[in-house]
Nanobody
Framework: QVQLVESGGGLVQAGGSLRLSCAASGRTSRRYPMGWWRQAPGKEREFVSAINIAGDVTYYGDSVKGRFTISRDNGRNTVDLQMNSLKPEDTAVYYC???????????????????WGQGTQVTVFS
């Protein structure tokens, strides 16, 4: 019922920046808590960031705190991830995800996310 499509991934030099976007469609009248996750080859999917529906509460994983910023535009039904000071260890497929459970306002737990995008590759070279 909800489709998520990420964009903005690519190749970037260490220290550089990228901005990822996630566009939601389907049940367009409803908004959801949203999150960004990433997965590198051979590794578990890692929590990156989350944002509540109003956009006034955010969570960040320790590895990206101070470098990444999540934001949302409910009018456009999009969620962005601004990534600054990128490091080679940020290299991964980045996924946008949504929470359908209305009791959950914001979460960093993977099992609480119900909808996932296809992912977009981010590669950081030194």
């Amino acid at each position: 019922q909800v489709q998520l499509v990420e964009s903005g991934g690519g190749l970037v030099q260490a220290g550089g920046s990228l901005r990822l976007s996630c566009a939601a469609s389907g049940r367009t009248s409803r908004r959801y808590p949203m999150g960004w996750w990433r997965q590198a080859p051979g590794k578990e999917r890692e929590f990156v960031s989350a944002i509540n529906i109003a956009g006034d509460v955010t969570y960040y994983g320790d590895s990206v705190k101070g470098r990444f910023t999540i934001s949302r535009d409910n009018g456009r039904n999009t969620v962005d991830l601004q990534m600054n000071s990128l490091k080679p260890e940020d290299t991964a497929v980045y996924y946008c995800a949504a929470v359908s459970n209305s009791a959950v306002h914001i979460t960093k737990w993977k099992f609480e996310y119900d909808y996932w995008g296809q992912g977009t590759q981010v590669t950081v070279f030194s």
